[in-house]
């Protein structure tokens, strides 16, 4: 029997599509935060309550701020996938535990719940043989697809 072959020949050009569209998407997403300043961080890392934290909200805010906008532009360019991979699915697991405690319900959190799973899977795919990690590394496309 012959061996199975991989049939998708574009896997890393879509990788760097998916990686492009996202980072891009939370840029914009986290723009307003970044730039919003303390009172803004303050009002964001305020969600760390949720979870029984109640000093340092501006620190935490501004850690969410940054891993949006930053990661969302170290996610296009493949640069320390994985480092900014972590610190935007803690970011997602906190906005989707604020979307549920604010009453919102599975629709308020499904977006943040959806971008925690993305960044998780793509933590343990890697960023394909287009980007940075890769140029730099030289490790990301030894990590296979199939």
């Known amino acids: 029997m012959a061996p199975l072959r991989n049939y998708y020949p574009y896997q890393h050009a879509g990788l760097l599509l998916l990686r492009i569209g996202i980072g891009f998407m939370f840029i914009l997403h986290g723009w307003p935060k970044i730039t919003g300043g303390k009172e803004m961080w303050a009002m964001v890392g305020a969600a760390m309550a949720n979870v029984g934290i109640t000093s340092g909200a501006t620190f935490f805010g501004f850690?969410?701020?940054?891993?949006?906008?930053?990661?969302?532009?170290?996610?296009?360019?493949?640069?320390?996938?994985?480092?900014?991979?972590?610190?935007?699915?803690?970011?997602?697991?906190?906005?989707?535990?604020?979307?549920?405690?604010?009453?919102?319900?599975?629709?308020?959190a499904s977006h943040a719940l959806e971008m925690a799973i993305l960044f998780l899977s793509l933590f343990f795919i890697g960023p394909g043989r287009y980007s940075l990690d890769e140029k730099i590394l030289g490790n990301a496309s030894k990590n296979r697809l199939y």
């Not at 640069?79 to 604010?102: D, E, G, K, N, Y």
């Open 63 to 108: 850690m969410a701020a940054f891993a949006e906008t930053v990661g969302g532009l170290f996610l296009m360019l493949g640069l320390l996938f994985r480092p900014i991979l972590v610190l935007l699915f803690i970011t997602m697991v906190m906005a989707s535990i604020h979307h549920f405690t604010a009453g919102e319900g599975i629709n308020g």
